[in-house]
């Protein structure tokens, strides 16, 4: 048989107040939780903002080009500086004549031929878009491939800016792609050229280009024009000196717009944003697709959970996308796992209410009949007995209620509190000096030659730590009832013997068994209910509730073990006493 022992506890009062009542349907939140259909999810907005953003970074590096331009420039540089020498060859031999003023008889000295250069230089220029200049030895223009010259007088040669062309939204792109390329890469840092005006061009003094190149030496200077008829913002000039036997007779200046140089920025620029196009068209589908992925099962998942939160009944149902495989997956089935374990425990609940109006009935339906025959009856014995019976009764309700506070606070408790280690084999040594030195005692108050109580034995482990993690007091209320229970159900003389031992998987096992009548076929199980009490013959009634098997399966179960119960079989297979096995995991 099994039962429960007194847990003496008295009725405490809740540690909160409790909560004001929410009204059914009220949701202080649910209008952040509803959303405007057609309008994106924060989450997937945030999507599109970390993948658009890394393309757009990406990109923005690689529109930036400062190492081509650079490129380019140099190679433009470079093809200029060869041009500039080949017009300088030809200028030295072809538009230089004799001196008029010879140093000494027998030293040929020569100079430059401004009619003879101004012929040559246009035609060296005809051929080319390249602005090509020619100075004197003192800095002075002697010849300008923009300007003609005649009986008439002089001809200057202007660029004009092109005619607008396009619509206003493709001439406003235009204007913003200028911006653009101006700013990225930067020109900011380039001289700034100021070419003088036409009157003005030949009294004016030479550019820094043309003194070096007097001076002997090549010289290449990138330039930034703030002309705003030019095609280009950016001019490059090359200045080579004009020499005939290693003399200096004058400079040539050739410059060029970078228009080329412009367009083929451009024409890059262009393909990259051709292509960022069809990339950032693949990243906001894929985007939005991995958004619905995310997104959309998470919304219904919480509107599904709100659902269940509002409504009344259990018609609500969490959807199952446990077959998708990943997080939200998981997340799904635990969702579904925790709406269970609340309808379980409120199931739990229900029953356990249902349980505790039946028990406490009983014995207030005996309270009260006492109540109302002690008044009429007037003999006084009979009239003690009934207010023994009252007591009784009063007893029986007080420990009732002592251990279903105990078994309603216990959930609480077992989730707030830390698990310390707990030494088993301790505990159970312990339990038994307690049982065996209050046996002692309570022989040495009898002293009247009855039969000896069962006692307690305990049984060495095998050697080795029986450690756990879990809450000390509660464990030891586990083998308390444990005990108590053996003891009421064996026989005098009898024993009750505890063993333990740490099984291979690293688990503690301890096992509780008696010589009492053992538990009746099929009631292995329900001797775990609640308020299951089958005592043995004699015992007075209303000693125990039937609350400590279970609170001590409970107990178990929160620190991830079992317990079970079974029969002990003799030789022949009859019932010699039952056995009770907690098995509790490794820390």
């Known amino acids: 048989m099994a039962s429960v022992t007194d847990t003496g506890s008295e009725v405490r009062a809740p540690d909160h107040a409790p909560s004001p009542p929410v009204k059914p349907g009220a949701t202080p939140r649910a209008a952040s939780r509803r959303r405007v259909r057609g309008v994106p999810s924060p989450l997937t907005l945030r999507i599109l903002a970390v993948n658009v953003l890394a393309l757009l970074l990406l990109v923005g590096a690689l529109l930036y080009l400062g190492r081509y331009q650079d490129r380019l420039v140099q190679a433009e540089l470079d093809a200029l500086e060869t041009e500039a020498r080949i017009f300088a060859s030809a200028l030295g031999e072809g538009a230089v004549q004799r001196a008029a003023d010879e140093p000494e008889?027998?030293?040929e000295s020569y100079e430059l031929s401004p009619e003879l250069g101004r012929q040559m230089i246009r035609r060296l220029a005809l051929a080319t878009e390249t602005h090509t200049r020619l100075y004197g030895p003192d800095g002075r223009l002697l010849s300008d491939s923009r300007v003609l010259t005649g009986s008439p007088g002089k001809i200057e040669i202007q660029e004009l800016p092109l005619p607008p062309s396009g619509d206003p939204a493709s001439r406003?792109?235009?204007?913003?792609?200028?911006?653009?390329?101006?700013?990225v890469p930067s020109r900011e840092n380039l001289p700034l050229y100021r070419e003088p005006p036409g009157h003005a061009a030949e009294s004016a003094a030479p550019p820094p280009n043309v003194e070096r190149a007097l001076a002997g030496e090549n010289s290449a200077t990138v330039w930034r024009l703030a002309s705003p008829v030019a095609r280009s913002n950016l001019l490059l000039t090359v200045a080579v000196p004009v020499q005939r036997y290693k003399e200096v007779l004058g400079a040539v200046l050739l410059s060029r717009s970078g228009t080329v140089i412009d367009e083929a920025i451009r024409s890059v620029r262009t393909d990259i944003l051709r292509v960022f196009a069809v990339a950032l068209l693949v990243t906001v589908l894929l985007s939005l697709y991995l958004a619905g992925t995310i997104a959309r099962p998470i919304r219904k998942l919480a509107q599904a959970?709100?659902?269940?939160r509002t409504g009344h009944g259990r018609h609500t149902e969490i959807p199952d996308f446990t077959r998708r495989g990943d997080e939200i997956g998981e997340l799904s089935g635990v969702l579904r796992d925790m709406t269970?374990?609340?309808w379980a425990r409120m199931d739990a609940i229900e029953r356990?209410?249902?349980d505790v109006a039946h028990e406490i009935k009983n014995p207030l339906t005996s309270l009260r009949s006492a109540v109302e025959t002690v008044s009429r009856i007037q003999d006084p014995a009979r009239r003690d007995k009934l207010m023994a019976i009252i007591a009784d009764d009063v007893?029986?309700?007080d420990r009732l209620i002592s251990d279903i506070s105990n078994a309603s606070r216990l959930d609480a408790e077992l989730s707030r509190a830390a698990l310390e280690p707990v030494d088993i084999g301790a505990m159970l040594r312990t339990l038994a000096d307690i049982h065996h030195t209050t046996a002692e005692d309570a022989d040495e108050e009898d002293g009247d030659g009855t039969e000896a109580p069962p006692g307690v034995v305990i049984e060495p482990p095998p050697g080795g730590s029986l450690t756990v993690k879990g809450l000390e007091g509660r464990l030891t209320q586990v083998f308390q009832n444990l005990i108590a229970n053996a003891l009421s159900f064996s026989p005098p003389g009898g024993q009750v013997r505890l063993a333990s031992r740490r099984t291979p998987d690293g688990a503690v096992e301890v096992t509780v068994s008696d010589?009492?009548?053992g538990i009746p076929e099929g009631k292995e199980e329900a001797i775990f209910e609640r308020f299951y009490t089958?005592?043995?013959?004699?015992?007075?009634?209303?000693?125990?509730?039937g609350l400590g098997l279970s609170i001590s399966k409970q107990i178990v179960e929160a620190h991830g073990g079992t317990i079970r119960a079974a029969n002990r079989l003799g030789a022949g297979g009859e019932t010699i006493g039952a056995v009770f096995t907690v098995r509790l995991p490794r820390p």
């Open 305 to 308: 959970a709100d659902r269940l």
């Open 534 to 545: 089958e005592r043995p013959a004699g015992e007075k009634f209303g000693t125990h509730s």
């Open 105 to 107: 008889v027998g030293q």
């Open 172 to 183: 406003a792109v235009n204007e913003f792609y200028a911006r653009f390329i101006d700013v």
């Open 395 to 397: 007893q029986r309700l």
């Open 340 to 342: 269970a374990a609340l």
């Open 352 to 354: 356990f209410a249902a």
């Open 515 to 517: 010589d009492g009548p």
